[in-house]
């Protein structure tokens, strides 16, 4: 039976897009994977998931349906080097330490905890935060240190960024079923990534080695390649982290786990890990066959597509839960696996942790006030939610 924690993600992800409620829930039966007409093989099942996203002799994301695909048509054939070819290699090998633990923790400190603090002291005044709204400005404030842009330093000139960065992201969207894009889509794409880094062969140059364009250049890595690498920095880590902060905090609400994160902050952690794996907010990956190969007794033929149902496949054993623990056959596959495993896990850990601990800092429980879900957008999400505390006791 659903409960209400789950009745409001499934709100969530269908108020993002209508069919994905139906796609989840019946792409469960795609174990270990199953051809579906127009969406090619679907995967969901964790292990036959890993395996596929482990074998770059026989996938990639540059043909039909992976996302690179789309990324070439809009930044340019070298894409299809970074993306995926030798290029990708070398730059993953010269930026693996770009965000580890620490420095990610020490980025969202300095970029987001005095906003955070402005955030902790206004619910601890009594009055109403919108966990979704802040959680859209906190990601365009590191968009904008990331990418060095001039900002007016307000909640809406980063509310701004964020949209810019979604607009961007919504193209995908619609390259859903193809992921050819029509000659309009990529002018207005071409702009937007214009616009976004517009700063960026500036702050390359001049940008001092603590910041993650000047440790690019330290690095010896490409103008180029550090401008189409901030790109995927924006489009990869806007949405997914502005999602995954929000629906964590409503889903400790719903759950009641919120009473044993306030008595143990030691929890968060846990709490995160656990929030990330039921909100999965990369809910699907694509991936080209790019040579026959068989999997599970079944053949997958070069050139078709392979649909993973990343959400569907945390989701299998159930509902959220702080006992839960670590899952080794999930691991982590709500960041991908293998070549392509997320560049800034450790970044959106330290996000979502650090709006956690200000929520939970005063040990006062949380109240949702209203919630709106977002439309028609690639990440779900929620649109607002209003949080308050419980008055502070004698
Ligand atoms: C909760 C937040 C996030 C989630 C759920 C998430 C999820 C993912 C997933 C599933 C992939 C693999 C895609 C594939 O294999 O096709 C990925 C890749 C990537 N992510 Fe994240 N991500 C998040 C936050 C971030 C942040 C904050 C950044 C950086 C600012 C980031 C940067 C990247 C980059 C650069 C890649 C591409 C890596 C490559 O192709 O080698 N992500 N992410």
Redesign the pocket.
């Known amino acids: 039976m659903i409960d209400r924690a789950g009745l409001h993600e499934w709100r969530v992800i269908g108020a993002a897009r209508p069919a994905l409620p139906l796609l989840l829930t019946a792409g469960r039966l795609a174990t270990p994977l199953r051809k579906v007409p127009r969406l090619g093989w679907v995967v969901a099942d964790p292990v036959t998931a890993r395996t596929i996203?482990n074998d770059p002799a026989h996938f990639n994301?540059l043909g039909e349906g992976g996302?690179g695909h789309m990324w070439a048509q809009l930044l340019g054939d070298w894409v299809n080097d970074v993306?995926d070819g030798p290029g990708?290699h070398s730059l993953?090998k010269q930026t693996r330490d770009l965000?580890t633990e620490e420095s990610a923790k020490r980025l969202a400190d300095r970029v987001l905890g005095p906003r955070l603090a402005e955030a902790g002291a206004d619910l601890a005044a009594g009055r109403t935060v919108d966990v979704a709204d802040l959680a859209r400005v906190l990601v365009g404030r590191?968009v904008a240190d990331?990418l060095h842009l001039h900002t007016a330093g307000t909640d809406q000139s980063y509310r701004e960024i964020f949209a810019t960065g979604e607009q961007l992201a919504t193209l995908a969207l619609h390259a859903s079923t193809s992921t050819h894009l029509a000659p309009s889509t990529i002018t207005r794409g071409r702009e937007i990534v214009a616009r976004l880094t517009a700063n960026v062969p500036e702050a390359f140059r001049t940008a001092p080695p603590t910041t993650v364009l000047g440790r690019c250049r330290e690095l010896g890595v490409e103008q180029q390649h550090a401008q189409g690498?901030s790109t995927?920095?924006m489009v990869?880590?806007t949405e997914?982290?502005a999602?995954?902060m929000a629906r964590i905090v409503a889903l400790l609400h719903d759950t009641g786990a919120q009473h044993d994160v306030l008595k143990d902050q030691e929890l968060i952690p846990d709490a995160v890990r656990e929030g990330?794996r039921v909100t999965?907010?990369?809910a699907a990956?694509?991936r080209s066959v790019t040579a026959d190969v068989t999997i599970a007794g079944r053949t997958l033929r070069a050139g078709e597509r392979v649909l993973i149902l990343?959400h569907a496949a945390n989701n299998r054993v159930g509902g959220f839960s702080l006992d839960r623990g670590y899952l080794p056959e999930q691991r982590q596959l709500?960041?991908?696996a293998g070549?392509?495993?997320?560049?800034?896990?450790p970044?959106?850990r330290a996000?979502?942790g650090g709006l956690l601990r200000m929520v939970a800092g005063s040990g006062r429980s949380w109240t949702i006030r209203g919630r709106r879900y977002r439309r028609r957008v690639l990440i779900p999400s929620y649109e607002s939610l209003p949080v308050t505390l419980a008055p502070a006791g004698p």
């Open positions: 996203l994301l996302v993306f990708h993953r965000f590191i990331l690498l995927l920095l990869a880590g997914t982290a999602s995954a990330l999965t907010p990369a990956i694509g990343t709500w960041f991908g070549r392509h495993l997320c560049l800034g896990a970044l959106a996000e979502i």
